[in-house]
Structures are given as structure tokens and as C-alpha cells.
């Protein structure tokens, strides 16, 4: 075990413990841009997404271009007048609000998307850069590398993956220059965000996503050039669903050079800001949970980690979960941040709360170290505000017997106010505030410090979810990391236990008739 516990126990006590630098304060005018620049790299346009819906097997290139379309592309611009700090400068061109159907801390979309692209790819074989701003691919390396990525996988995941690889990386400044040590926490979030949203998307085409998080992250940054300690690289996620084998696809990884004599990227990205800074514990948190496929968990690692019984008093049944809904896509479309619009005047339907809870209870990232029902990391709790037939209070829920069990009785909005530390949420407005918890010292225990990753991007996926069907619900939502997580321990009654709550997600309807921009421009 190395630093990621330390980390983590600093993570869970911030709100109580400043992380160092505690006097740190962003320079918005150096700000990094939000996604990294190849000026000199060849631009791909990529095709809009077609309808959902089964098609040929396999990753076309439309398929692909409408799975980066529907998560990390510009979808819009949106203005709107809400409680966010930041509602001064959106108006101003150069600090627009544009739409993505993936969530993101803070909103800063640190990750990058890269596509090795193989044989069986609609493109000459390379490895490509996701512009999102420009819905295209820039290519940096032309030739085949999907067997180094392979080789780098340990021969995880299909044996061919006809249309190659995404590789998921974070250049970790995109996301530093504001939350500094507290980066890598968030940026783990975001990588399972995206993940997630692969996921929801590629399902109604009877596709499956299913990321790796334990390779040879070094060989392939070396792949990538990117500078040691200033990138991650956090998933591989292979693009050939069903596993097929064919003899024009790919190269065998017995044919693959060794490690440190392969291909390299030599274009480097161009870097905004003039003055990048480097945290000590960011770099130390990196190094600790670098992957390597041979430190892979065997199967059924996680289960010492699974959360344990429901906690709390006799179930209160839940209804059936609404099932009218917006399909994934425009869901993903309409998405977004209710940021202090909440109306407690409108109860939220027990129907609703179950839609949103037996969704986020099913999420898990689908790694290679998560078993087939994802291993029961999460614990989902809820704070019941204003939601019709069902008491307010503090409830554990059962999802096995699809039920709440009172943990705390009485209403809890003073107590989740009390411990919110920012001005853009009236907690209390919300219907009701999902908490979910993951006993990550257990992961850890079970699986080594890489788990820290997969811990992040778990709760990131949960987010994603939640974020999706409130969305296809008609529902406002808001996820948030600045609270007093070890004031929801004591609370629950968890606290001495392993278990962390990691994040709270906020449901209910919006104030009627909102001030409201949008342009739709995909």
C-alpha cells in the first residue's frame, strides 16, 4: 500500500483540514485552454451522430463521431441566470457556456480522448486527438498501433479490436490551475463520467463499453509523448464489442517491439498559459496509482469491498420507476446544472426519486476488475426534502427490495445547508439529495492504490447517471463535491466505518418561466 490511503483520508477530512496549498487562489487570466492544441496536426471532420438504434456490428465511423458528438462535443451555447459565481462573465464570448452532454467538475473537461485507430478503421491507421471544439480528429502518428496498445494492455480485453482503441487521458493543468491537489480527485470523476456516458450511449445500439484501468501506463504515455507527470492516463476502452477475430485486423502483440522501442508522437501540444504550476501531492497521488497490467486484480478481488448490509429501519416501498422518459440521446441533450433554481413548491414524484435511484444503484464503470453485476462498490443514501408520499428524512436505500430504510427521521434540510460550502445551491429547495458512498479504503485493501482511480471514476459514473435521468425525466439536477463529507458519516451513523460519501446530487423541479439562452449548434 503507498500514498492513495493518505490521499484519500485527506480527500474525506478538507472540508475540516485545508489541503495544502491552503492559501492557493486561481489566476483566471493564465487560465489553461479546455482541451489540449495540436496547431500543425491534420483536421478529420467526423460525421453527426445518426438515430439510435441497432446497426452493423461494430464501430463505424459515424458511430464513432456520434459517440463523441453526444458526450464531449459543443452541443450549444447557454446562458441563463442562475446562482453561480461565474453568471458574471458568461455573457462575454471568450468565457461562453457551451453545453456537453457529459458533466464535468467545475466544468473544465480535462480529458482527453485519443483513437488508435486500427486496420478495421474507416481512416488510414493512426492515432488520432479528439478536437472537441471542432467535432474533428487531428492526427499525430500515422501507422498502425493498436498491438502496442494491445501489448501495453497485457492482452486484456478482445484479442482484435477491429476499429482499434480510445485512450483516456488527463492533462492534469487543465484542471490544477484551479483545484490544485484536490485535482486528482476530480479529474477521476470526469474520466467515469465519459466512461459512463459510452456506456449509456453505446447500449441503445446494443453496443458494450467496457474500459480497461490496468495497463502499462507508461509505455503508453511514452506512446502518446506526453511529458511524465504532466498527463494520466486513465482508461483503455477497445472498440471491437464482440471480440471478433480476423486476420486483416490488428497486430499480434508477439510482433509488437518491445517496450521503450515502439512508435512515439512527437507533436507536442501548445499550452495557453504562461506560468504552469506543479503540487507536490498531485504529482505524488499520480505516481502512486500508475497502472501497470500486471498488477491486474484476479476475479473477485473486489468482493471484500462490496457495501455491506442496508443500514436503517423497516423498508418503505418504493413504486415502480417512471418509465416515460426521453430517450439517451436527448437526454444527453438536454442535461444540465440547475444551480440554486430548485422550487420546493413542486413535491417530486415517489415514482421519479425510484427512476433515479434504481438507475444510479445499477451504475458501475464495467472494468475489467468489477464483476459481472459491477461488484457492489456503491451505497446509495437519500435526503428526502419535498418529495409526494414519502416522509422527509435521511434513508438508506435497498436495492434489492427496491425500498427506503429510515436512517435519520425529520426533515434534513437545515443539515445539508449547514454542511454546503458554497452559495450556488439552497439545499433544502431540492426534492430530495442522493449521497453515494464507496468503503474505499476496502478497495484499496482489496486491489492496490491504482484503485483509487477506479473508486473516482465509480462515483463519477453514478454522477453521469443520475445527471441522464433526470434529464430524460424532465427533471433539474446538480452535483456537487463542497461539503463536510465527515459531518454526513457522523450523521449517518457511519462514521469509524470505512465507508465515504463521496459526493451529493441534488434532484427536483426548477423554478417555472426561467430566464433562459440556448443555440443548438449540433
Known sequence: MGYAPTYAHDIMHRGRIPMEPADFVPDWSDRPRKAKYYPDAELLPLPSPGPAGPGA?????????????????????????????????????????????????????????????????????????????????????????????????????????????????????????????FSFHAVSMDVGALVQTWRLWAAGRGLDVDPLLWFDEERLARLLGTPDREEGIFAVVPLDPSGARSPASGVPASEVPAAGEGPVVVRRDVERSRRVLEFETLERIHAATLGRAADRPAPGALDAAAAGPVPGGEPVALPAPRADRLDVPAALRARRSSFGRFDASRAVTAEELAAALADCAATSLGS???????????????????????????????????????????????????????????????????????????????????????????????????????????????????????????????????????????LGHERPRPADFRHEIA
Open 57 to 181: 456490428p461494430g464501430f463505424s465511423l459515424e458511430l464513432l463521431g456520434g459517440l463523441l458528438q453526444d458526450s464531449y462535443g459543443l452541443t450549444g451555447r447557454r446562458l441563463a441566470v442562475q446562482a453561480n459565481t461565474d453568471l458574471g462573465a458568461l455573457p462575454h464570448y471568450t468565457h461562453a457556456n457551451w453545453s456537453r452532454g457529459t458533466a464535468s467538475g467545475g466544468g473544465l473537461y480535462p480529458v482527453s480522448v485519443y483513437w488508435a485507430a486500427g486496420p478495421g478503421a474507416a481512416v488510414t491507421p493512426g492515432l488520432y486527438h479528439y478536437a472537441p471544439h471542432r467535432h474533428g480528429l487531428r492526427r499525430l502518428l500515422a501507422g498502425d498501433v493498436t498491438g502496442e496498445v494491445r501489448a501495453a494492455t497485457g492482452g486484456a480485453g478482445p484479442e482484435r479490436a477491429d476499429a482499434g482503441y480510445l485512450l483516456l487521458g488527463v492533462k492534469y493543468w487543465q484542471n490544477s490551475f484551479k483545484y490544485n491537489s
Open 368 to 506: 475489467e476488475a468489477e464483476g459481472a453485476d459491477g461488484g457492489g462498490l456503491v451505497r446509495l443514501y437519500a435526503f428526502v426534502n419535498h418529495v409526494a408520499g414519502i416522509e422527509p428524512g435521511s434513508y438508506a436505500y435497498d436495492p434489492a427490495a427496491h425500498a427506503l430504510r429510515p436512517v435519520v427521521t425529520g426533515p434534513p434540510g437545515s443539515f445539508l445547508q449547514r454542511n454546503y460550502f458554497l452559495s450556488n445551491y439552497n439545499l433544502e429547495q431540492a426534492a430530495a439529495v442522493l449521497v453515494p458512498a464507496v468503503r474505499t479504503t476496502a478497495v484499496l485493501d482489496a486491489v492496490g492504490d491504482r484503485g483509487y482511480r477506479l473508486v473516482g471514476g465509480t462515483i463519477g459514473a453514478v454522477a453521469q447517471t443520475f445527471y441522464t435521468t433526470a434529464a430524460a425525466l424532465g427533471l433539474g439536477a446538480g452535483v456537487a463535491l463542497g461539503f463536510d463529507n465527515i459531518s454526513y458519516t457522523e450523521h449517518l451513523g457511519t462514521a469509524g466505518t470505512d465507508e465515504a460519501p463521496l459526493l451529493i446530487m441534488l
